[in-house]
Every structure is written in C-alpha cells, then in structure tokens.
C-alpha cells in the first residue's frame, strides 16, 4: 500500500490518502471527500512509519484523474513559493494550474437485465401504452448500457425509471465526468518566418555571449531603441530549430501589441499566447497543448511564467523594471524571482551528461532601465551583465530641456507650445505623458475646504468631465457629480491636479486641427481597442498621442520625434522608498521614444523640481550615476537589495478592531523574534501603523512594516507565518494579507 499527501480542489487542507496503486507527484486523481468525489493532486508520497493518524481510517483514492500531470519541475516551484511567499497550496496551485478543473459527478444508470414483460404485465397497470413503454425501455438500456439518469428521465417517465431502480434492472452508480475533454488540436507544419534579421556587432555579441556562456541567468540591459527585440527574437528562433521552447513575458498583454505582433509574425503558429480574458476552456486548450509540445513558444503577462513548455531553453523577461510583474493577490509572487527559481530547479535536476549544457534554461531580464535590485545583483556578479550601448543605426538619443513649473500657472508652458507647433508643422507626431488619468485629481470645497472622498476607501474622489462622474481608482465606486458640496452647499467645487481627460480638452484648445488621441485605463478597455489606436497612431492617422505611463514604454514608432513630460513630479511624491527609481525609469523610457527613427528626437520635461538629482540625472542619461547615488541610500537605510522587507496587512470592517488586533499581533510577534534576533534600526519592526491608504473597500487598514538583513530574513519569516497563522484562526473578522519583497508599500 502507498500513501499520498493529497491537495483536494478549493479545499485549503492537506489529506492523507492510500492507494495499491503507484501514483506520481503532480498526478491528478479522484477521491472521495465528506461523500463527494473530487479533483485530488498528488503532493507527495508519505511512508507508512510517518503517518500520524490511524491507518485504518484513511481512505482509498478511487482512481487516477484522466487528465495531464503537472510536471515535477512546476511541482517543485509551487511549493518553493508556496515556502518563499508564505502562500498556501490552494492559492498557488490555483495561480499554477489554470481554468481550475471542476468535477461533475452525476447519477448513472447502468443496465442490468430486461423488465420482464409478462410478469409486469401482472402488475396493477397493464395498459397498452406502458407495455409499449417497457419493450422501449428494455431496447434502449440495452443498446446502452450506461445512461444518466437525467437522461434517462428524459425519455421516460419517472414512474418507469423508479420501477427499474426497485426491480434493479438497472443499478445506479455516481460516476465521474471531468469538464476539461479537450479536443486534440491538429498540428499544423511549422511556419516560421525565414526571413534573415541581420544583427548589428553589438547584438551579435550579445547573442554569442548568452548563447555560449556558463552562466545561467543574464541581464540585458540596452539603452532605448538599441534592438533587443531582435536579439530575444533571434535567440528563440535557433533554440527552436533544435526543438527546444521559449517563455517570453510581457508587462502587461493588452499593452505589448506591437512585440506581440512581432513575434507572431515571428514564430506563427508556434506561439501560444496566454492572457487573463482567456475562458478557462481555452487556457486548458492552450495548457494541453504547451504541455504536449504541439507549441513550443509561450508569450504571456506574470502566469505564462508557469506554462509547462517542453524542453524549455530560454524565459524572457522583457522590461524587466515593470512593477505589473509582481502579483498583488495571493501568491504575491515576483515573476523574476520565481523565473529564476524554475531554471535553477530545472537545471540542478538535469543528468550530467555531455548534452547537459546545452539543455539548461537561461533567463534573460532585458530593461533600458533596469530596477536597482536586479542590476545590484549583476554587479557582485549573481547575473551575467550583457549590454547595448548605442542605438540600432546609430540613431541618438533624444536632446533634453527641463522646464520649470514655478515659471508658469498653465499646464502647458510656451516652450512646450511652441515645440508641438514645430512637429505638427514638419508632419511629425508627439507622445505626451501625463501619469494621472480622469479629468481632475480631486474637487475641494473653495467655501469650506471639503474634498469628496469615497465612503469605501479614505481616497479622493476622482472627476471625470466626459459622464460627470466621481469616481474611486481604488473599489470603482462611482457617483454623479451635481457641482455642489455635499458639506456646505457651495457651488465652488475647485479642480485640483489636472489629468490625461483635462489636459485632452485643453490640448484640442490649443491645436484645433492637430488629431489627437487619449490613451489610459479609462479610454482603453479593451485590447482590441488598444490595437486600433496603436496601428491608427503608427500610420499617422493622429499627430499627438496623449496618456499615462501606459505609453511611456515599449512603443516603437520612428515618426515621433517629440515627447513631453506634462508634470514629472506625481510619483516622485508617492510614500515609497522606490519612488525616485521609478521616476527614473519611467522619465527615461518615455524620453526613449523620440527620435527613434532617422529624425533626431526632442524631450521636454516640465517639474516643480528641476533641482532634484533625478532630473539631473535623466536628462544626462546617467544610469549609472543614478544608481550609485541610489545605492548609497539604500545601504545605510537598510532597503533592498541590501536588506529584504515584509509588509503585514491586517483589516476588518470595524476600525477599533483593526488597530487592537494589528497591536496585539504585532505584540506576539515582536515576542517571538526577540529570541532569536535582536532588533536595531537594521532588523526593524514597525509599530502597527495606519496604512497609507487607510480605508480599502470598507475595510480598514493597518500594516506592520518588517525590515531584516539578508541573512535573518527566513528565521523572520517563520515567525510571521507562525504567529499570523495562528491568529487569523480564530479571528475570523480579520484579514491577514503577508506581502514578502513588497513593492506596493501601500
Ligand atoms: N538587427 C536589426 N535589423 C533591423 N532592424 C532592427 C535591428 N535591430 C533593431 N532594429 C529596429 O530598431 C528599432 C528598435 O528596436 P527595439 O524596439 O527592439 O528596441 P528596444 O531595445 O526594445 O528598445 P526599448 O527598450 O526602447 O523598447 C525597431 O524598429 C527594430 O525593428
Ligand atoms: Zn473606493
């Protein structure tokens, strides 16, 4: 007999099951759970001496589950980051498996012998019609064999149907029926493109370098328009020639247009694309496919991360820097960190033979802007630096102009004016970057001061001109805005903090005949819509495309000579230790989309702080500079990459209750971590304190911010695991969210 630690669908224990039969790790089978059958994952394979509970009780797994296995190697990264993240299996399998399997058990009738007609004819009632009835009934299960019962019912009265069951000539049985029958895709010849990309010195080195070095993991870090599109592209397309696969991720699919259709035009029919709006029968369509090799080349947003490609060579992940590449739910997994953990287990279970180099899987992060964390780790050496220095042709990078915003009272300044007026003449297009969407930030009060908040969420209340809304960034609430206040009655509701909406309307003010079009969250909600903007943008059907950081990045169109920075300040002002990076990063990819083409390219960047090192440092294109300057802060404040941070999210829909528990946990855990690490300013504990957004969807709020060196960071999170464990067990009101390596400090 052998025994199986089991994972039960949407169930957040772990059971103990016995087979004879042998069973796989990942393997899928069925079991019986409190008198229902269900979907059971094998995690792992217990021996008898082990178990803790009486044997005789355990159950039997009915039997294998037909559907694919999870890989061993996906197996071992879910409980990795079950581990790192202080997840559970029922949240990560869930992100890992997709389109969860559901289980439909239904009755079945099964035959057992014919109605004898004379003897029922005995029977109380004998007319024609149920004579009839029988010789149907007596055919039909017959031919059958095994119907359901609804079925069954179906074509026969449930008078016959119960006389049967009593007269057992059928038997019932509850039998099994998966929802996931997949049809098998025919696998068409494979087209890829053989177009030649004649590759530059630069990035024939770097392609040389990945392919023939030892090392595993690799940072490719080009400045913007320097092509590293081609050199992903030309990696992917000589692994696949040998038969192996690639993962390449995007920051976000619906944004990524351009790359996607780029390696679609690449690798065809190869590529399976996978995307959140995806039906949970087309993402085990596409998960079938991948696993049986029939496409080789996934491209997809953070879960493509998971794909079970077969003889995976290469996973990409492109601009790197992106914040979307962290999950905000449970798991809160970091798609590089667990990108780099897959090829590690992967390639430490490869069998040493001399085929072996040539089957490692290599991550390659790309980024303009590489976040601080990861090029920290290419400079003590843990990554292999790869770079581009100069654009693809030779084309530079844009010239810079800061302007002040203590100058002006406008949004637009008249060097800004002026420089838009000079494209729009010269028949060339402009890319405006404004990060904050809606028409006003916030209304306030001229009489009494009042500013509209949302009664779910301590956030203002965001206008929006085109529907005459408020509307909340944070739960979706929405209101109709009547242009008074709602405290004193005023009608002098001021619009403070300008957004993309506002900024349009002023813009087709000051350029009557320019076409212009608006791109943030709000004005594309759908992907198809982005697509039409992208194409219609790049066969210059509008001259100035106008939107949030969505457009600050990736796009290539070699028209657009001109980028303008409306307000480079609104995330610089955020509470968040990384806020200065992203500006970073965020002023130099939008910058990087000027003059990509022969035309050279202008950036005009407006700030309130032109002062600032981080202008400074944008506009004189010095990352490393930046970086150095960066580092120093880190270091002595103990911020990754030097130390690593936890943030504990404790909630409830009572305020009172919130902080109390928030204070008592925070107690117990202090407690716990005075024993084994003494607390300094380096291995910190925060008070419980009020979230920065205090109040969330009628919840409220309070966090504890944990900061540790490197080397404490596991015995610390123990304890965090433990003690919150521990508490959210019998505080049932609450919500424990842990976040491991934040990056929402929100
Ligand atoms: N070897 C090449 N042959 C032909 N065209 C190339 C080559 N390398 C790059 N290009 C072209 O140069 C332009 C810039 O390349 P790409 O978009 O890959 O830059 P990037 O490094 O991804 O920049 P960013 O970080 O700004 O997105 C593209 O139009 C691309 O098609
Ligand atoms: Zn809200």
Redesign the pocket.
């Known amino acids: 007999m052998y025994y199986y630690e089991i994972y039960i669908e949407n169930n957040r224990g772990i059971y103990t099951y016995k087979s004879k039969e042998k069973y796989e790790i990942g393997q899928w089978c069925i079991v019986n759970f409190i008198n229902r059958y269900k979907m059971g994952l094998i995690l792992a394979i217990t021996e008898e001496s082990k178990i803790q509970i009486d044997i005789s009780k355990i159950k039997k797994i009915k039997e294998a589950a037909p559907v694919l296995s999870i890989p061993d190697n996906l197996m071992q990264l879910i409980k990795w980051i079950r581990n790192y993240y202080i997840s559970d299996y029922y949240s990560v399998i869930k992100a890992v498996y997709p389109g969860a399997l559901k289980l439909n058990y239904s009755k079945k009738a099964i035959y057992q012998k014919d109605f004898l007609e004379n003897e029922y004819l005995i029977g109380e009632d004998n007319s024609e019609n149920s004579l009839d009835e029988i010789k149907k009934f007596n055919d039909y299960m017959k031919k059958r064999k095994e119907v359901t019962i609804a079925t069954l019912k179906k074509n026969f009265s449930s008078k016959i149907v119960e006389k049967a069951i009593n007269e057992k000539v059928i038997s019932i049985e509850k039998k099994v029926i998966l929802n996931s029958k997949i049809s098998k895709g025919e696998k068409k010849k494979s087209e890829i493109a053989e177009k030649e990309?004649?590759?530059?010195d630069e990035?024939q080195k770097a392609v040389d370098t990945i392919k023939n070095s030892e090392n595993q993991i690799f940072l490719l870090k080009?400045?913007?328009?320097?092509?590293?599109?081609?050199i992903y592209i030309n990696l992917i397309k000589e692994s696949l020639k040998q038969g192996f696969g690639s993962i390449f991720l995007v920051p976000e699919i619906s944004l990524t247009v351009q790359m996607i259709q780029?390696l679609e035009e690449e690798f065809h029919n190869e590529v399976a694309i996978l995307h959140s709006k995806l039906t949970d029968k087309e993402k085990r369509e596409e998960w079938t496919f991948i696993r049986n090799g029939e496409k080789k080349i996934v491209i997809g947003a953070r879960s493509a991360i998971f794909a079970p490609v077969q003889n995976l060579k290469y996973i990409i992940v492109?601009?790197e820097h992106e914040n979307t590449y962290k999950q905000e739910n449970n798991p809160r997994y970091h798609v590089k960190n667990v990108a780099i953990k897959r090829a590690f287990l992967q390639n430490d279970n490869l069998e040493e033979d001399e085929t072996v180099k040539s089957k490692k899987i290599k991550v390659i992060l790309?980024?303009?802007t590489p976040s601080f964390e990861t090029y920290y780790q290419a400079q003590q050496g843990d990554i292999e630096l790869v770079e581009?220095t100069k654009?693809?042709?030779n084309a530079k990078l844009p010239k810079f102009e800061v302007i002040d915003l203590n100058e002006t009272a406008e949004n637009f300044s008249e060097k800004l004016l002026d420089k838009i007026s000079q494209t729009l003449k010269k028949n060339e297009q402009a890319i405006l970057i404004l990060n904050r969407k809606a028409f006003s930030n916030l209304l306030k009060c001229k009489d009494c001061g009042n500013i509209p908040t949302c009664p779910n969420c301590s956030i203002s209340l965001n206008y929006y001109k085109y529907d005459n809304q408020l509307k909340c960034h944070y739960c979706g609430y929405e209101t109709q805005f009547n242009s008074t206040c709602d405290e004193c009655g005023s009608h002098k509701m001021r619009q403070i903090g300008a957004g993309t909406e506002k900024i349009e309307e002023e813009l087709a003010g000051l350029f009557p005949s320019a076409r212009i079009v608006r791109v943030d969250s709000e004005s594309i909600k759908t992907k198809q819509n982005y697509e039409k903007v992208y194409n219609d943008f790049k066969n210059h059907k509008y001259d100035i495309m106008l939107g949030t950081q969505i457009i600050a990045?990736?796009?290539?169109f070699?028209n657009v000579t001109l980028v303008g920075i409306i307000n480079a300040d609104i995330i610089l002002n955020f509470p968040d230790f990384r806020a200065s990076e992203k500006t970073f990063q965020l002023l130099t990819?939008a910058s990087?989309?000027a003059g990509?083409g022969e035309k050279d390219g202008e950036v005009i960047i407006q700030t309130f702080n032109g002062e600032n090192d981080v202008i400074k440092k944008t506009i004189e294109s010095d990352y490393e500079g930046y970086y150095k300057n960066e580092m120093i802060i880190r270091k002595m404040l103990n911020y990754p990459p030097f130390g690593r941070i936890v943030i504990l999210v404790i909630s409830a829909t009572e305020e009172n209750l919130a902080k109390e528990k928030a204070q008592t946990l925070r107690k117990e855990i202090v407690k716990n971590i005075d024993t084994v690490v003494k607390l300094t300013t380096n291995n910190f504990i925060s008070d419980a304190f009020k979230s920065p957004i205090y109040k969330i969807n009628g919840r409220y709020r309070y966090q504890i911010f944990f900061k540790f060196e490197r080397e404490n960071i596991l015995k610390i999170k123990k304890i965090i695991k433990k003690c919150a464990g521990k508490f959210q067990k019998t505080e049932k009101k609450l919500r424990i969210t842990i976040d491991v390596d934040p990056i929402n400090m929100m």
Not at 197 to 200: A, D, R, S, Y
Not at 222 to 230: A, D, F, H, V
């Open positions: 990309i004649i590759l530059n990035q080009g400045i913007t328009g320097s092509g590293k599109t081609e780029r492109d601009e790309g980024s303009a581009l654009r693809y042709k990045k990736g796009l290539d070699s990819q990087g989309r990509r």
